[in-house]
């Protein structure tokens, strides 16, 4: 059978195994970007191939949490076990939480930025001010764009932390303020200072406040560590969060989930839509219903030790790949609760070969990149990388 098609494109198999074959031949030496290579979906597939889910349609359209019986088929039932489960790790109560799993850690940040939004404005009857470092995730810049708000981006300083007294210069004393915190900067993986920029807030009682936490990548792991806590909104009080469940869960397409109060829930500005014969408080209408199911199924596949292993194993290697490179005098740094490891910048061939991200910061000389330690990032791996450097 002939693989063309009239414009000449290959449409055959052979195709697409290429393809893949030379996505899985870089797999062990992918370590520029946050990706779980360590599949823990290998049972899922077998049961979605064997109950017939992959021949139905599912449409997570409507909220999860509403109570309604809803006509077009969907998961919402293990959405809403996804969101307590994080609920949970997060210090959430569970009868007072509200969230669902997203398309991605920008669509949770854009859920975050629009409900602090419409949160603060039905408070305050003010539009807020937006904060955020210049290190964070580029999408809380973007969404502050797509949103229409009144946006302040506040220097970082050389760890990628938001400069305290940059953040307190800039508030706007008689408007709302609608806080960004970063708990892993993209490139660095810095955390902002959650207790200084609380206590900088609490000089100033009447300005209103919402916090949303955006910790795409170490939402994920930092609750299996010592610092927990930093995720913990009763230790570290925040409004709301996003996480990644493309990172360290390990999902095969980008997901996320955003978790936030009922309180705030209750404060938004939903839309009454009667063909689903519920309110929507949310941005999306229709939802992946296959996400919610693949979370599900990592999270109730995977126990507590074992995500405790991979939490510890990332941060050890991590710390071991520091060091490493220190031994060969190559510059090199890595924050507190990090996975990330930043440094000067290799030649192009090596850049190329690992997929190394790239950036550039001239207090550290210049070019730099980094290498985010995943489940898959081993040690064997990282040497053929260091005698690469030699």
Same mark, same amino acid.
């Given at each position: ?53 992959? &021949?139905?349609? @599912?449409?997570?359209?409507?909220? !999860?949490? =509403?109570?309604?019986?809803?006509? *077009?088929?969907?998961? $919402? /039932? ?44 039905k ?22 764009? &797509?949103?229409? @708000?009144?946006?302040?981006?506040? !220097?970082? =300083?050389?760890?990628?932390?938001? *400069?305290?007294?940059? $953040? /307190? ?9 609608l ?78 989930? $955003? ?28 939802r ?17 030790e074992?995500?405790e ?24 740094w ?15 061939d090596?850049?190329?070969k ?29 040497q ?7």
């Amino acid at each position: 059978m002939n693989a063309d098609n009239n414009n000449g494109i290959d449409l055959s198999e052979a195709r697409l195994d290429d393809f893949m074959a030379s996505i899985i031949s870089k797999k062990s030496r992918d370590f520029g970007y946050p990706i779980n290579r360590k599949s823990l979906l290998i049972g899922f597939y077998r049961w979605l191939w064997g109950s017939g889910m992959n &021949l139905n349609m @599912l449409n997570n359209a409507g909220d !999860p949490f =509403d109570g309604q019986e809803h006509t *077009i088929p969907n998961t $919402f /039932e293990f959405e809403r076990e996804v969101v307590q489960y994080f609920a949970s790790l997060y210090g959430f109560e569970q009868d007072n939480v509200w969230g669902m799993v997203t398309f991605s850690g920008t669509d949770g940040n854009n859920h975050g930025i629009y409900f602090g939004s419409k949160y603060l404005e039905k408070k305050t009857g003010k539009k807020p001010v937006m904060y955020v470092s210049d290190a964070a995730h580029y999408s809380s810049k973007r969404l502050a764009d &797509l949103q229409n @708000l009144d946006l302040r981006v506040i !220097p970082s =300083d050389v760890h990628g932390r938001m *400069i305290v007294e940059e $953040f /307190e210069k800039a508030l706007v004393k008689d408007r709302p303020a609608l806080v960004v915190y970063a708990l892993g900067t993209t490139f660095k993986g810095g955390c902002d200072d959650q207790d200084a920029l609380n206590a900088v807030l609490e000089k100033y009682p009447d300005i209103t406040v919402y916090r949303h936490m955006d910790a795409a990548l170490f939402g994920g792991y930092l609750p299996h560590t010592k610092y927990r806590d930093f995720v913990n909104t009763n230790v570290h009080p925040f409004d709301s969060i996003a996480i990644s469940g493309h990172k360290f869960f390990g999902t095969d397409e980008p997901a996320g989930v $955003f978790i936030t109060s009922m309180e705030v829930r209750k404060n938004q500005n939903p839309v009454e839509v009667s063909y689903l014969n519920a309110d929507m408080p949310m941005i999306s209408c229709s939802r992946s219903a296959v996400s919610p199911l693949k979370l599900w199924w990592i999270i109730n596949h995977t126990s507590k030790e074992e995500f405790e292993e991979y939490s510890s194993g990332m941060l050890e290697v991590a710390e071991w790949l520091k060091e490493e490179l220190e031994k060969i005098g190559w510059p090199v740094w890595l924050e507190p609760m990090s996975n990330t490891v930043y440094f000067r910048r290799p030649p192009v061939d090596v850049v190329k070969k690992y997929d190394l991200a790239p950036d550039f910061d001239d207090r550290l000389g210049g070019e730099l990149s980094h290498i985010v330690v995943m489940q898959h990032v081993k040690k064997e791996k990282l040497q053929e990388f260091i005698d690469d450097l030699k």
